[in-house]
């Protein structure tokens, strides 16, 4: 069986990075358009990415719990770590998501590019952003060389 809880945890860790990868790299294009239209597709594109960090998350959760336990690991420091990093790191992406929420929004229903480039360009939205790219980088380390095992 551990074979196969490998396999589900890692199918869901590529399903998360790779949501996380569409996600950013659509919503970085998009801040760089010049109308609302081509910003609203982008944006759509975006909506892509979270719905398989979604299923990813859900994936590389159920999968790595049954990998700690097929291999004992459960209540290692590591794996403890790499699970409230993963809960801050979802909690960090929701909050950090709705600025560019609010902006396809807006872009959909044609407003103002000028706002809609605000909500986009929002410091705290971008920086949230990027720390959970930062706290996945951190997961992905623990993964890895699972320290202290």
């Excluded at 239209?37 to 719905?51: D, F, H, P, Y």
């Amino acid at each position: 069986m551990y074979h196969w809880a490998l396999f589900v945890h890692l199918l869901g860790a590529f399903l998360f990075v790779g949501g996380l990868t569409v996600a950013a790299v659509a919503f970085e294009s998009a801040r760089r358009r010049g109308t609302s239209a081509e910003i609203a597709l982008l944006l759509g594109v975006t909506r892509w990415g979270v719905a398989l960090v979604a299923v990813g998350g859900v994936v590389v959760l159920a999968g790595g719990l049954w990998l700690a336990h097929e291999v004992h690991a459960g209540g290692q420091g590591w794996v403890d770590a790499a699970l409230a990093l993963f809960v801050v790191t979802v909690a960090v992406g929701i909050v950090g998501g709705q600025r560019p929420k609010q902006a396809r929004k807006l872009a959909e229903a044609g407003g103002d590019v000028g706002e809609v480039r605000r909500l986009l360009d929002d410091p705290l939205g971008r920086a949230l952003n990027y720390l959970g790219a930062v706290l996945v980088l951190a997961i992905l380390v623990l993964m890895v060389w699972q320290p202290g095992s």
